[in-house]
């Protein structure tokens, strides 16, 4: 017998922050794309002519690119490798956000940003899975829960250049979608080299190519947690048999429950604070701005100190309170408005780090791609309609009722969270998509354990 650490825990080293940094590139340019289209919408109805429905559809392009990009790249990746995609869909991301200068009609930017959402989605359902599949247990939820903060800086960082752009140039709007294929070019060229993930090699058959990786990254005394075959089927149908249906239904539903909100009021901030009375301008935006990224920073750290399935009930309820008194209050004094959004600005901002955590730790290696892919496909579908439906509900509901909806909404993901959301924290990665995992969970574990080398 051989003294060896697992993968799963040993220390955490240069690597494993590449490779965090080089997957939440995705996430920045994410939020940059999403948190601009706003800001851009605002100057181009006029110049384009366009109608509610148009700004609907270019609204949530992305979101559905998102959805198809997340759904057939995840699958793609359980059969072709993690990295492969993990390269591709930044050169889809690059190349279809700079053409975005070029569009001439509000169709061929809703194609361009579609295709933008489809690279992202790819992206989403591979970067997580691949940085799962690395990280140690021990830091492998702060890791994957801090892609939240990167994406807040890249919905930051939209609003400043929007409000830069659009007071700088007649048609800033080009300059502002366009702008994003700088960070989506300097990820690409950052993510040349990048290793595939040994867990995939080693279900796949490739178990020397695996050995050479885990050594190279980690040193000899390394060595992987054998996985039981779970899954022969290579289709999207392998997760919802029996094993999987559960955990597949949670994921989706938690998911598709927390983003419809999110998506739905950020994306039409704007009109949103107007009609609630709150059309501060700048002012506003940056003490909102600045509430997503301590929220996400106050996510990293409840991550870790709390139980993941506490964290999310509890965060589904007060969100979901927040919402109800907004439709109730909306005519009250502006102080109060201003509070109750702030509240459930700096709580949605730090629950979502969440989205990252729970989906790449629910299922086995032979269909974690597939599955985070289905789960973020499952949720941009639902934050596209949302974002979709949004400015026809304020229009037909008002805002009391749309606030009332959407707080309905974060109700019912906190009765799916209590039904089914389990507790990863602590486990090893195999450990954690098991449906029944272990009943104690060793925080802290030994250095070191003795089993067989690969």
């Not at 990665?429 to 250095?447: C, H, V």
Request: hydrophobic fraction near 50%; proline fraction near 5%; charge should be positive.
């Amino acid at each position: 017998m051989t003294q060896t650490t697992l993968m799963d825990d040993v220390p955490l080293n240069r690597f494993h922050l590449k490779i965090t940094g080089l997957t939440f590139g995705a996430h920045l340019t994410d939020g940059y794309i999403l948190g601009s289209v706003g800001f851009a919408l605002t100057q181009m109805t006029p110049q384009m002519a366009l109608t509610p429905f148009w700004q609907g559809m270019i609204g949530s392009s992305a979101l559905l690119g998102l959805f198809l990009g997340s759904l057939i790249l995840g699958w793609i990746a359980d059969t072709a490798g993690r990295q492969k995609i993990f390269c591709f869909s930044f050169i889809l991301i690059t190349l279809a956000s700079g053409m975005q200068f070029f569009v001439e009609s509000a169709e061929q930017l809703f194609l361009l940003r579609m295709l933008i959402g489809f690279g992202l989605g790819g992206d989403f359902a591979v970067g997580h899975t691949i940085l799962a599949e690395f990280a140690p247990r021990k830091h492998r939820g702060v890791l994957l829960g801090a892609f939240s903060v990167l994406w807040t800086v890249g919905y930051v960082a939209a609003s400043f250049v929007g409000h830069l752009a659009l007071q700088t140039d007649a048609e800033g709007w080009r300059w502002l979608l366009a702008s994003s294929a700088l960070p989506a070019f300097a990820i690409l060229l950052l993510r040349i080299g990048t290793p595939e993930s040994p867990r995939w090699l080693l279900r796949r058959g490739r178990r020397d190519e695996a050995v050479k990786i885990v050594h190279r990254l980690f040193g000899p005394n390394v060595t992987l947690q054998e996985e039981r075959q779970q899954t022969q089927d290579g289709s999207l149908s392998a997760l919802f048999r029996p094993r999987y249906r559960r955990r597949t239904a949670f994921n989706c539903l938690f998911f598709v429950c927390l983003v419809i909100p999110y998506f739905a009021i950020y994306t039409f901030l704007p009109a949103i604070l107007r009609q609630m009375g709150l059309d501060q301008g700048f002012a506003t935006d940056l003490l909102l701005s600045g509430l997503l990224l301590v929220g996400a920073v106050l996510g990293i750290v409840l991550t870790a100190l709390c139980s993941r399935r506490g964290f999310l009930i509890g965060s589904f309820v007060f969100l979901a309170a927040c919402l109800l008194l907004l439709s109730l209050l909306h005519n009250s004094a502006g102080i109060w408005l201003i509070v109750l959004f702030a509240a459930f600005t700096l709580v949605m901002s730090a629950v979502s780090n969440l989205v990252g955590v729970f989906p790449a730790e629910s299922f086995p290696t032979d269909v974690r791609s597939r599955g985070v892919g289905f789960a973020t496909s499952m949720s941009r579908l639902g934050s596209a309609v949302g974002t979709l439906l949004l400015p026809l509900a304020i229009v037909n509901y008002g805002i009391a009722g749309t606030m009332a909806l959407l707080a309905a909404i974060l109700v019912l993901g906190a009765l799916v969270s209590i039904a089914w959301a389990p507790e990863t924290k602590g486990l090893t990665l195999t450990d954690a998509s098991q449906e029944t995992p272990p009943a104690e969970p060793t925080l802290n574990p030994p250095p070191s354990t003795s089993t067989q080398h690969l």
